[in-house]
RNA sequence: GCGGGCGUAGCUCAGUUGGUUAGAGCGCCAGAUUGUGGAUCUGGAGGUCGCCGGUUCAAUCCCGGUCGCUCGCCCCA
C-alpha cells in the first residue's frame, strides 16, 4: 500500500513552509529593488548545447536531460547515443541562463543590465540532507561592469537581503581567482591541475592541513609543491590581503590585492558592526567560469554556505563573440528557508486571519455578508460550518494559522476573538 | 557514481530466539456527557508487517534480490 511521493529529491512545500518562502522571497526582491535591481525571468528548459558546453565546469554532467518529441525521437534507429535522442535540459544554475538570455536579448537591455532573477534549478545528483535535485535560487547579477564598483554593490546588496530576513552576525569571505591560480603557479603546479588544486584547498577549513597535504599526496602532486603550498598557506587566518600578495611576490599583479583590499575596506565601512568582510585565500567557488573576485556568506551554526558567487568575465564573450564583463552574487533561498524554518519562525500576518463560523442553516448570503463586512474592516475572515466540538474545531484552526474567530449568530455584526494561547 | 542505516495503522514507534486472532500512544469516526475552547466515558474503523523470490511443516521475523527513504563520500546551494 505505498503511497504516491514526490520524485526523487523532490519534494512537496506545505503551508508553513510555503508563507515562509513568499515572505522570504517578497523581502529579498523588495531589498534588491531598492538598489536598483530588475527583475527578469528565463524558462526552465534551454538548449541542451548551451547546458553541456564546458562552462557548467561539473554541474554539466548533472543535467536532467529531456527527450526529443515526435518523429524526432526515433528509438528504432541504429546506433543511437544519448545525444541522439536529447535536445533540451533543466537548467542547473541561473548564470549560464542569463548569459544567454543576455546575448539573445542584447540590442533590448540597458548597456550595464542589473538583474534579478529568483527560480527553481535541477540537478540529479544524489539528495542528502539540505540538498535536492530541485532547489529555488535567487540571484543578483550586474552585466556590463568592470571590477571594482560592481562588487562592492552586491556585497552590500546581498548583504542587506540577508539582514531583512533577519539574518545577522555574518561573514561576507572574499578571495580571487586569480590570487589562487598565483598559489598553485607558485607552488609549481601546471596550469592543467590547478583545478585539482583548488578543489581540495576548499576543503582546508573542514580537513586541516594535514587533511589537505595527504589528498594532494594522493592526487600524485610532488613532495616539494606541497610543502611550498602549506607554507604559503601556513597561519593565514585572518590575514590581509596585502600581507598574503607579498608571499606570492611576482606571480601575481599588484592590482588584484589592491582591488580586493579596496573592496574589503569599502564594504566593511559600510557593514559597520551588523556583518563582516573578510579576506579568505582558501575560498575557491566550485563553477569553473569564474575569472575574479569570488566570495562566500556562511552562517555561524551552520556547516553550509547561504550565499555565494563571483566574477565570470569569459563567459558572455564565449557565448556571442562580443564580450561582456559579469558578476553576480546568488542566495542560497532554500537554505536561508531552512535556517527560518529552524528557528520555527513565523512570518508577521498582513491582516487578521479570522474563522468565520457559520451555524448550521444559516443563509449562505448572510455568511457572505458578513465576511465581507468583516473583509472591509481589515481582516482577512474565512468560512467554516459551526462544528459541535467548538474546542477541537479551533484547535485545528489555530494550527493553521488563524489567530481569530467569531461565530455568526444572532443577526447583529459578528464578536471577534482572539484564539487562546496553546495550552500545554 | 561509491559506501552505511532503515521500511510494521493516518503519525510516532513497540514486537516476534520463526508457531493460531500483530500491539501501544496520539489522531480519526460514532454515541453519551458537557452546552459555544481543549475535558471525561463508551464503542468503532483502519495493517497482504515496502515489493518479488528462496529456505522451512510454518516467514512480518532468516537469506537473496528489488524499490523507496535516510546519512556520509564525490561534487555542490
Redesign the pocket.
Known sequence: ??KP?PA??MRDILPTEAAIRDWVQAKILATYRRFGYTRIETPALENIQLLTGDDG???AKLVFKVLKRGEKLDLAKPGMSEDDLVDLGLRF?LTVPLVRFFTTNRAQLPRVLKAIQIGPVW?A?????????Q?T?CDIDIIGLEEGLAEAELLVASAEALIAVGFEGFTIRLNDRRILTAIAAASGVEEARHGSVF?TL??LDKIGVDGVRKELAQQGFAEAQIDRLSTMLAGVDGISVEAFAKRLGASLDAKVPALIGEVLDAVGADAGNRYRVAFDPTLV???GYYTGPVFEIAQPGYD?????GGRYDRMVGKLSGEEAPACGF?I?F??VVAVLMDKTFVPPAEAKLTAL?V?EGTALARALTAARMLRSEGLAPSLFP?E?????Q???L?ASGFTH?A?L?GDGPPAI???????R
Open positions: 500500500m505505498s511521493q526523487r529529491g565546469g561539473e554541474n544554475d540537478r545528483e544524489r539528495p542528502q540532507k539540505g540538498r535536492y535535485r532547489f535560487q578543489i576548499d576543503k567557488r566550485g563553477m553550509f554556505s547561504i550565499a555565494g546568488s542560497g532554500e537554505r463560523l451555524p459551526l459541535k466540538k467548538l474546542g477541537r479551533l484547535e485545528g489555530q474567530y461565530t449568530d476573538r482572539a484564539m487562546k494561547a496553546p495550552a
